[in-house]
C-alpha cells in the first residue's frame, strides 16, 4: 500500500518549470509517476497474460504554445522497474504529441483552476532489445498553482513493445 500511495503522490507532482502562454511561449516541465504494463508471454509452452506490478517513470518535456486551443511538446520518459533487487531501464519513450486544451475560453475558462485537456502524437519507444514507432493519446488536466507553476496529472494509451516469444 506504501508504493502505491508514494506512486500516486509522485503523479500530483508532475510540475511545470516555466508558465506558457501568448506571451511565455516556451516551457520548460519536469514530473514523475507511476506506470503499469502489461505482458502477454509464452511460459513452458502456455499463454499467460498479466499485470506487472506498478513501476516508476521520470519524465521531462519542452512545449511551445501555438494557440490559445494547441500546444505541441515533445516528452520524454524513462520507466524504472526493479529487477530480481536490482534497479534497471524498462523502457525509453519520446513521443511527439499536439495538445487540444480545453480551457480555450471556448469550451472552459482559460484561467479555471482545472483545465482539461486531450493530447495524441507519435512515440518512439524502445527497450533493451527493440524500437518502436507507436502512437499515443490520452487525457489530462492541469491545475495552475501560481503564475509560473502548474501540476499535471494525465494518463495516456501506448501499445507498447511485444516480447519476442521462442518455443
Do not use: C
Not at 532489445?129 to 493519446?137: P, R
Not at 503564475?147 to 519476442?164: A, C, H, V, W
Request: charged letters at 20%; aromatic letters at 14%.
Amino acid at each position: 500500500m506504501k508504493k502505491l500511495t508514494l506512486f500516486f503522490v509522485a503523479t500530483l507532482l508532475t510540475l511545470s518549470v516555466f508558465a506558457q502562454n501568448a506571451d511565455n511561449k516556451w516551457a520548460l516541465g519536469l514530473g514523475a509517476g507511476p506506470y503499469f504494463s502489461y505482458r502477454h508471454e509464452l511460459l513452458g509452452g502456455n499463454e499467460h497474460n498479466a499485470w506487472k506490478s506498478p513501476a516508476f517513470t521520470p519524465e521531462l518535456y519542452l512545449s511551445r504554445f501555438l494557440s490559445p486551443s494547441f500546444d505541441a511538446y515533445l516528452k520524454s520518459n524513462l520507466g524504472i522497474r526493479k529487477f530480481n533487487e536490482e534497479t534497471g531501464t524498462d523502457f525509453v519513450n519520446m513521443a511527439l504529441n499536439l495538445r487540444y486544451k480545453l480551457a480555450n475560453d471556448k469550451l472552459f475558462s482559460s484561467d479555471a483552476k482545472i483545465q482539461p485537456y486531450l493530447f495524441a502524437g507519435p512515440t518512439l519507444l524502445s527497450d533493451n532489445k527493440d524500437k518502436k514507432l507507436d502512437f499515443n493519446a490520452g487525457l489530462g488536466f492541469k491545475f495552475p498553482v501560481s503564475g509560473k507553476t502548474s501540476i499535471y496529472l494525465e494518463g495516456k494509451y501506448m501499445d507498447g513493445l511485444k516480447p519476442t516469444m521462442e518455443k
